[in-house]
Structure formats: C-alpha cells, structure tokens
C-alpha cells in the first residue's frame, strides 16, 4: 500500500494551503484536505518551495573539498584534481556521493545531474539516499584512440545495467567537453544518446582559453563545432557556456540546447562571469543553475547559487532589475525540471512529490514581508527544515537518516586521496 | 568578582589549544591550562575564530528586510526608503537594533560600526546585548542651511550623553556623504571629530553618478574634494571606495583613511563591483569589510560577506590567487580591530576576548583538509555555535537569550513602516 503525506497550513506562494501527497505525486492542494490515515505534517511557520534541481555537479567531488584552495586553473588541475583523481576507487566514491546526497538534502536540492567517475557506485549512493538523479558514463579520451573500443563497451554494457536502477535515477551520456574528447567519440556518444533518447551532458565554453584553441584548430567556436558535428540538440545539457557570443547563442536556441550557469564556480577559478542571462532568456534558451563539484566551488549550496547568481547579474549588468526573484528561482526548479525531463520543480497537483519546506521562525525571515526576498537574501540553506522526494520525507527537522555514518566514513576514507 | 571562562582543546589555527578569559581579556592561550573556578566550555569539534567586526552597517535597517526588491537605485531610495524613514521612532529603532545584534551574534559578529538615526534607542539596545560598537550622530543636511543649528546642538548633545555609554559602545561622527552633506556642515562635523578625537564615518564614492555629479560641481572626485576641505586622516572610516581613481587612491593612503568594502550591497543595487582591493593594498591601506543595512542587502552576515568579496576579486581579476584566505580573513576581524582603536580581530593573549566558536561537526567541514577553506567557501554561519564578546558569552548552542522576544516585538511593530 502507497503511503499517504497531508502538509497542512504550509505556506505556499501567498497563502496557506494544505498539501496532499500520494505515492510519489502532489495529489492535491487546497484549504481543509483530509485524508485519513496519512501521515501528518505540521506546515505552521513554513512555506513550501520545490525542490532544487541541481543542473551540473560532480557529485563525489565532495572528498576533495578545500584540496586546492588561491590557485590557478592549471595548477590546480595539473597538480591537485587529476593526480587525485587517479587514486578514486568505488568505496571512495560510494562515501563521497553519499556526502554529496547529504549536502545536498539538508540543502534542499531533490534532484541532480551529476558527472563523474564510478558509475554504479555513484548510483548505489544515490538510490540509498533516495534522491533523484541523471548519472552519465563518462566519455573522456584526451585524444587516445587507444581508449575508443573500452569505452564503447563499458558505456554500452552501463546503459544495459541501467535498466535496473529503478525509477529515480536516469542515465545519460556524459562527454566531458568538446576539447579533451576526439571528433570520433563525440560522435559515437552523440549517436548513442540520441538512438536510445537520452540526455547528454557537457561541458561548454566554460574558459575564454577553450574558444581561442577551437578556433584555431577547428575555425570555429566550440559551440558552432559541436554543431556542425550534429551534436547538439533538445536533449543536451550544455554546464557553462559562459563565453558564448551571438552566433553561438543563435545555435544553441536554435537546437533547443539546454544551459547550466555555474556562477560559485565560474568566479572562484576565475573563469568568467559574464554570463549572458539576459541574452539567453530573450533567445528563448531554457536557462538552470548548478553547483559544480566541490573541488572547484566547495559546496553543493543551490540557496547560495541562486543568491550569487541574482548578484552577480545585477553587478555586471548595472542593473538591479536583472534577475528578477520570481525567475530566478525557475532557473533552480522548474528549468531543471524542464531540462530533465521530469515532472518536478513546480509545486502543482499531479507533479512528482519534491518539495522542502523552510523554517521562517528566525531572523532571516523577520520581518517577512517578501517570503521569496528573505529566501534568497537574507536566510542561508539552514533554514531548510524538510525535504521529501518522490514522496518519501528524507529529512525532517534537519536530520537525514544515517547522517552521523556518512560523516565518519567520509572522515576515514578521504585521506587515501591525500 | 569577575568571571573566568576556560575553553578547553579548541581548534586554533592548526593546533588544539585552551583559551584563559580573565574578566574581558584573553588571559593565556596554551595547552592544558587549569584555572579553579572558571566556566569550563568544551572546545571538542569546535574552532576558535576572531568575532567578526561589521565595519559599515544601518543597524536598525532590519526592518527594512525585503521592502524594495528588484528596484533601481533612485526608485528605491525616493519612493522605498526615504518615505519609510520618515515613520521611524526611538520604539522601532530600538527593536530594529536588537534583531540587527541578534542576528549579527547568530553569524559571528561581536563589534559593528552603525550608521543610524534614533542614536539613543540604537545605543540601549545594543547595550542591552552585550555587544560592541561604534555609533554615530548622523550629519545629513542636503543643503539646508536652517537645519545647521539643530544639527550642532543635537550633535554636541548626543557626544555629551555618549560619557554615560559605558565601555562597549564608542560615540562618533557620522556625516552621511559629501554629496548629502553641505561644505559647512562636513568642516563642523569634521573639526567636531578631531577637536575630540572620535571616528568619523562617512560613505565615498558609492556610485559613478556620485563622482561625476562631485567633479561638476567641485571640479574635484568626493575624495579630492573631501581632502581640499580637509576632512581625511586617519580617524576617517569611508565606506564604499568604489569608484577610486590612482590619485584618489595615493589621497586616502597619504592620510591612513580606513576603506570599508560592502560587496553584496554593491552589487545588489549595482553600484558597481570593481573594488581596487590590490590596489588599496599595495599603497598600504587598511581594508575592511561591511554588510551595509538590511534594506539593501538583507543580512548582516559576515561570513557571507567574505565569501562574495573573494569570489567577486577573484572573479573580475580574472585570478584565482586575487584573495588569499589569510588575507580575507583579515578584512573581517583584525583590520576592523584597527580602524576602530580596539584590541579585537586576532586571537592572542592581551586581547578583548570577542570570540566565536565554529561547530565543525557537519558537512561543511567534512572532510577537512582547510578549515579556513571550509569555514569561507563551503559553510555558512549557521556553524557558528557560541560566541563570546568582552568575555561574556553571549550565544551558546546557537542560543542568544531573549531571541523569541525580539522575533516576537519586531513581528508585532514592523507594520507601522509599511
């Protein structure tokens, strides 16, 4: 039998409203639902938000946290990130995507599209914390056709394994970026994806130094050459695309690309951060936001994402109308929704049941004349209180089931990274 | 009798260490220190950092939390904050400040430099939480010369009753700008503060249209024009500073002003972004950090503060390396310390003890290879978990007493300005 969840007196935009869940879907919203039987949630003092749909993460990147800190790009990457990365093994991946579940639950983000290494580690992980999420085989070549026939064979026999991950978890292809992987595998992956429809995550123009080496080894923008590849289209999720000019803007609406805007992460490797929201939105690109993994931006905060993003927009723009609340908070939900495929990220009968519900007894919402202001501006992720996912509650008064063993394993294991 | 307080095995800086508070002074720091009598504090899982001193905020602004959102600058202030201003009483202010000292305390702040009306109501209830600070009678003339004598005799007043304050709270000389202010009114201000010795805060150079409007009029930038009158030395706290030009920049290190950055209240009202911190630095300049009031950036979180101010440096600088953590970390407490004439912002024997303990155990700082890159970049303040100002403690277990009943008060009369 379907447990039944009744949220009552939550407040959910400018009112207060009870919620009823059923199975794993908002079967209705109103004023004085019962439902005998269902279990009882008291919304008296908190507002109903979706769940954060965190568009671009490396999940498990959670061990790594703090490991290069004031360096630069190449520094960091040469000397820190890929000699660590050649330690990883399944346990540690396992801990460090079950820490990153656990950040990103207290939180109050219910579903991400991840991309990292360890596949079914990642996916174990995952499914025991009961989030919801797109997990890729990575394609990375560095140009070695040597790799080609392994990673042909380990991506196809993934996909297959996939069919028995259960419903929460959604496979995809990842191809890292369109500069460490050869023509020949960006094909083969783009052909994969799309003859068994599914998503495809990649990186795109996150650094200026990436544009200026594809034009002079292609004559053509990152963008253009993936397009003139026939990679792009409505399934790929491209992280990134800071330093995307008209043309490639024009592309990418063009295929119905879908665009992740990593802000925390784009400003501390100092990658850029003039993102073109603006620019984007009028071309009719479905914009969402991300973390990154913690390597890069340290934590998986999609509450401080929105809020740096909103200011970082006005900063460059000169603007404080330059990212308005109300699509702000889209770009973290209902775009991420959009993007995946899923039917999440609005609170609305017959959505899937994501949703985190917010304390507003304390400062940060006193006084609470703009619920969604003192959301954004004023409070800080601890401010979520419940989180439920797929109508399972998976934190109630900020305490995840297991917590205190993720912290320990994590704390035993990290240093063989070291 | 005064009371002695004993932190035991506290992470500080890389070593677990006991902290000796004799009355108001940190008495001893070093490793198995016993003191008969003393309040025992566990510093097991904990770090020891500086309190954090809030260089530019508007206290009392709290009220003002999310009441003129997504609005420009000119819109907001005219048709927002100036008409809401005007119902202010010493009732509001009063309650204002003490939800501004609880929620500085819940996010490591023990010292503020307020900039605020209602100075009486400001200083009582600051008084009655224990913390410290700095607060102004405010100069705001705008040209109006029938104001001149209610100002002086009001000021003088305000400095005379500032005898009876107490230790914690220093009187200074508030002059809101110098576009604001008339050339009278700056020189009595500024000859006020110098003739008794007092800290003068004054904003410069917030916005370009500020600069611009200055050089039409004066033929001189704000700083150029503040220094031809004589205002600037070392006693003078100028917050903003974003629009700062070489020779303005050789003007306020020639005359040791102190610079306070507020990075979110610039940015959210898009003041611009492009604070010269290198540049302050390398001509020696003491650089500290603000929140601004929460009407224009919602909260007073330092932490936060610290995090938008290096990923914004590093960010525009386009250099990983643009902000350093000892550095940051510095902006926030010790440089405070020294713009304001008080032994705080480092933890070292002879010092006040104004001191937050960080709680480590969380995500946040798992794992943790940097606690200071994990304090910064990956946790937010809600890991503050005690804080100690002038040796009193004055939260524990995130718990400040009376809390309910600020909540409670400001709930009730917020309304009145709305």
């Given at each position: 039998m379907e447990?039944?969840?009744?949220?009552?007196?939550?407040?959910?935009?400018?009112?207060?409203?009870?919620?009823?869940?059923?199975g794993n879907r908002i079967e209705k919203i109103g004023v004085d639902i019962e439902c005998s039987g269902a279990?009882?949630?008291?919304?008296?003092?908190?507002?109903?938000?979706?769940?954060?749909?965190?568009?671009?993460?490396?999940?498990?990147?959670?061990?790594?946290?703090?490991?290069?800190?004031?360096m630069t790009?190449?520094?960091?990457?040469?000397?820190?990130?890929?000699?660590?990365?050649?330690?990883?093994d399944d346990e540690l991946v396992y801990w460090g995507t079950k820490l990153a579940c656990l950040e990103m639950l207290k939180t109050g983000t219910t579903c991400f599209n991840d991309q990292y290494w360890n596949l079914d580690a990642a996916v174990k992980a995952t499914s025991e914390m009961g989030m919801r999420s797109v997990q890729p085989y990575v394609i990375l070549d560095l140009g070695d056709n040597a790799k080609w026939e392994k990673i042909k064979r380990e991506c196809t026999e993934a996909w297959e394994r996939s069919r028995e991950w259960g419903v929460l978890n959604k496979f995809s292809v990842g191809i890292h970026a369109p500069y460490s992987v050869s023509e020949h595998m960006l094909e083969w992956g783009s052909d994969f994806a799309k003859e068994r429809d599914l998503l495809l995550h990649i990186h795109i123009s996150e650094t200026e130094k990436e544009n200026?080496?594809?034009?002079?080894?292609?004559?053509l923008t990152p963008t253009a050459y993936l397009d003139e590849i026939g990679l792009l289209n409505s399934k790929v999720i491209a992280?990134?695309?800071?330093?995307?000019?008209?043309?490639?803007?024009?592309?990418?609406?063009?295929r119905n690309v879908k665009v992740v805007h990593n802000i925390n992460s784009n400003l501390k490797i100092a990658s850029g951060y003039k993102f073109r929201y603006k620019e984007?939105?009028?071309?009719?690109?479905?914009?969402?936001l991300g973390t990154d993994g913690c390597a890069s931006s340290n934590n998986l905060d999609m509450l401080e994402t929105m809020k740096t993003t909103a200011l970082v927009q006005k900063g460059w723009r000169g603007d404080p109308r330059a990212m308005p609340m109300d699509e702000l908070l889209n770009l973290a939900t209902k775009n991420g929704g959009i993007s995946l495929g899923l039917e999440i990220g609005e609170l609305k009968e017959g959505s899937l049941a994501d949703i985190s519900l917010i304390d507003m007894d304390n400062y940060a919402f006193t006084p609470n004349i703009d619920f969604y202001a003192n959301l954004i501006y004023s409070a800080n992720s601890s401010c979520v209180d419940t989180v439920i996912c797929d109508g399972k509650v998976l934190m109630q008064n900020r305490y995840v089931n297991g917590e205190e063993d993720i912290l320990w394993n994590v704390n035993k294991l990290f240093k063989k990274l070291l």
């Open positions: 447990s039944n969840i009744l949220i009552k007196g939550v407040l959910l935009h400018d009112s207060k409203q009870d919620i009823l869940i059923k279990t009882l949630i008291d919304g008296k003092g908190k507002a109903a938000i979706p769940g954060f749909v965190n568009m671009h993460t490396h999940a498990a990147m959670t061990l790594m946290r703090g490991i290069g800190e004031d790009l190449m520094d960091w990457l040469y000397n820190k990130i890929w000699p660590t990365e050649q330690k990883l200026l080496e594809s034009i002079e080894k292609h004559g992280a990134h695309c800071l330093w995307i000019d008209d043309k490639d803007m024009q592309i990418l609406a063009d984007f939105k009028d071309a009719g690109l479905v914009v969402t």
